[in-house]
């Protein structure tokens, strides 16, 4: 799909596709308004039959209404006035794209001015509009045999509005920024584990990060050996696959500025080690890299964006696989900070390699550490597939993490983590187990674990992306059904923004 911004009176226009708004009235028994006033007349009797709601993302398509210069138009709810928000019109522009794609219209002109009368509104509704229409766009067929023919003219969707001035645009094109960062790094937790190894993960974001100002370095096994970081070496022993570390660096402010750093497990495919996973499922463990793809995202977004911030993003990439080599249940391996662990079950793995990064993360004293993993089962079960669970024991951070997140429209959920889960993770022959002693609170003993690996002083937060990942269609409009989700991106870059 193709989208632009028009600064142009859209009755003017000539289009196959007019899109307009409607919304539903908060008083039970009064009928829904179509955004644009002469079409709102036209359709009198559709609104009066409750064809028309206003309910938000219906879409409801008028085939040869002949408005003006439109063959069709397609009315699109935005819900009730009042509760009208950004990720609504991010959720109203995916039933946009879909009701235009699945019209069979090569061309759609979207009526902007009708979303909103409050030109405080209009800057922060022109970037969700854009981050709709673009996220929604995404798909992954490239590996289908049968795109490889397709020569089908591509749908272009015009974004038109009477008011675009300068900032109008700027946040239109942060739209477009973000959401091309998204699909970015869901096409890498997308790609199958056999197309998507540690290599090119790491060949991905140094391709990735030419002209955006982002430094890139990727540590091979023998530099990671070097660095001393056993927890990666130990989880990559099973695979014929080489561990990559691969470190991007953004500076948009004095150097002398300390850094905020992301943190993203890079596990290209997860097959549980010798504590192998049940095999029903196991293929979606391709996934398992998308804290490490969405930090990736992040970086790249921030850099794009040219936020006033120094970052760094850091993603330790490997595969967990159960080859003759493989880490064994009760082996013990020594973390980068001299720590060591009993690996209890080879398939929490993923706190392993995070442990390593943490402190390489802790050595740089940044203003704050964040990561993102898809850590726990356990997260799911608690959480599903709604919202994100996060750690911190920092109320500062937590006030920042909350206020980025309503700013995205991503959801997060504050997880408790206490002494008491520290201890759950003491070991009897190391350090530290890599799995609780007790019962229950998995993803808080995780949480707990990495913890041990961060900077005395230095705010921290985890975010478990266990069941955001990927396959939140059924939640979420602009994401795909299956695929990765892009979760967080949005998110962290919002909270990037409170420290430039």
């Avoid at 408005?67 to 819900?79: C, S």
């Avoid at 973390?335 to 993923?350: P, Y």
């Avoid at 961060?454 to 409009?477: K, S």
Wanted: net charge positive; hydrophobic share 40%; glycine share 8%.
């Amino acid at each position: 799909m193709l989208f632009d911004l028009i600064h142009k009176d859209i009755e003017t226009l000539t289009c196959p596709m007019l899109v307009v708004f409607s919304k539903s009235s908060s008083q039970k028994d009064k009928p829904a308004k179509i955004t644009h006033a002469d079409l709102n007349k036209k359709l009198a009797l559709a609104i009066e039959d409750k064809m028309v709601s206003g309910k938000l993302s219906e879409a409801i398509l008028f085939r040869e209404l002949n408005y003006k210069n439109f063959r069709h138009v397609l009315v699109v709810g935005l819900g009730k006035e009042s509760e009208i928000d950004s990720e609504v019109i991010r959720q109203a522009l995916a039933s946009v794209f879909e009701g235009a794609k699945n019209s069979g219209v090569k061309e759609a002109a979207v009526h902007f001015d009708g979303l909103t009368t409050s030109k405080k509104d209009s800057c922060p509704f022109a970037q969700a509009v854009a981050e709709g229409l673009g996220l929604a766009a995404y798909s992954m067929d490239e590996l289908k045999s049968t795109n490889s023919n397709k020569k089908e003219e591509e749908l272009k969707i015009h974004v038109v509005t009477k008011a675009a001035d300068k900032a109008f645009k700027t946040a239109f094109s942060d739209g477009v920024t973000l959401s091309s960062c998204v699909n970015f790094s869901r096409r890498l937790g997308d790609l199958p584990g056999n197309l998507m190894t540690p290599t090119i993960l790491a060949e991905s974001a140094v391709e990735s990060a030419k002209g955006t100002g982002v430094k890139v370095t990727v540590w091979d096994k023998a530099r990671i050996k070097k660095e001393k970081m056993g927890g990666l070496l130990g989880v990559s022993s099973g695979s014929s696959q080489e561990p990559r570390f691969i470190i991007m660096e953004y500076n948009g402010t004095a150097k002398t500025k300390k850094p905020l750093i992301f943190v993203g497990k890079g596990l290209t495919f997860d097959c549980g080690g010798i504590s192998i996973k049940p095999y029903a499922g196991m293929e979606e463990m391709k996934f398992d890299m998308c804290g490490g793809a969405n930090v990736i995202g992040t970086i790249l977004a921030i850099a794009k964006l040219k936020l006033k911030v120094n970052v760094i993003g850091l993603v330790p990439s490997t595969e967990n696989l159960a080859g003759s080599s493989a880490t064994k249940p009760g082996d013990i391996h020594t973390a980068r900070n001299g720590k060591t662990f009993e690996v209890n079950n080879t398939d929490a793995e993923g706190r392993l390699i995070l442990a390593d990064a943490l402190c390489y993360a802790s050595e740089h004293t940044p203003q704050v550490i964040v990561d993102a993993a898809t850590l726990t089962g356990a997260m799911v079960v608690a959480l599903g597939n709604i919202h994100t669970g996060y750690f911190t024991r920092n109320a500062q951070l937590k006030t920042k993490v909350e206020k980025a997140a309503i700013s995205s429209g991503e959801l997060v959920w504050n997880m408790p983590l206490v002494d008491h889960h520290g201890k759950d993770m003491k070991g009897t022959w190391a350090d530290l187990s890599n799995i609780s002693a007790g019962k229950g609170a998995g993803s808080a003993t995780a949480a707990a674990f990495l913890e041990q690996f961060v900077g005395e002083n230095i705010p921290w937060a985890h975010f478990d992306i266990a069941g955001t990942a990927w396959a939140t269609g059924n939640r979420l409009n602009y994401c795909p059904k299956k695929g990765a989700s892009g979760v967080l991106i949005r998110t962290f870059v919002e909270l990037a923004k409170q420290y430039a």
